[in-house]
């Protein structure tokens, strides 16, 4: 039998890896990996973990978990993954890099990518529809952000 630990884990895990856009969803998803669930435990488990349901590009809503254990690296795939879906500009300033996403969508990414342990990255702020990423001494400003560009799919902004 699963603990409640061990299912708000693996709902967590579902919720980086796919595009959960429904509890019923959700409920196939823990059903593929051998937890029984019922709608109103998944809604409270969803309630316990701090998800919320997000805008993606094409209007969809998906559930994010907007803080991660600091200590869990998520694979760069996933990072292109949320980066493609969030990010609609990339810009920066001496070590800072400006990324700019839909409202509501600002800590999905910075959660993204201080979970990353992408090199470059000393660590993020995030606000409603924008993020500040700070570069470390061992990059600039501009090498980030084009690393980042290349992650999201997206032009850089001519001025």
């Known amino acids: 039998m699963t603990t409640k630990v061990q299912r708000q884990d693996c709902v967590q895990r579902l919720i980086g890896k796919y595009l959960v856009t429904s509890q019923p969803q959700l409920l196939d998803l ?16 969803l309630e316990d973990i701090g998800a919320v349901k997000v ?10 978990i907007p803080e991660y254990e600091h200590a869990r690296i998520a694979p760069e795939d996933q990072l292109r993954r949320v980066m493609g879906e969030w990010v609609a500009e ?4 001496h070590h800072n890099v400006v990324i700019r996403t839909p409202p509501g969508c600002a800590h999905v990414v910075a ?27 061992t990059t600039t400003g501009a090498k980030l952000a084009a690393k980042l560009r290349d992650l999201a799919g997206v032009d850089a902004v001519r001025p």
Do not use: F
Not at 90 to 93: G, Q
Not at 116 to 129: E, F, P, R
């Open 90 to 93: 990339v810009r920066h300033a």
């Open 55 to 64: 805008r993606v590009q094409g209007g969809d809503t998906v559930y994010a």
């Open 30 to 45: 823990l059903a593929a990996e051998g937890i029984t669930a019922t709608q109103a435990t998944v809604s409270r488990d």
């Open 111 to 137: 959660s993204a990518l201080d979970r990353s342990g992408i090199k470059g990255v000393l660590g993020t702020v995030a606000g409603d529809d924008t993020l500040l990423v700070i570069a470390d001494e």
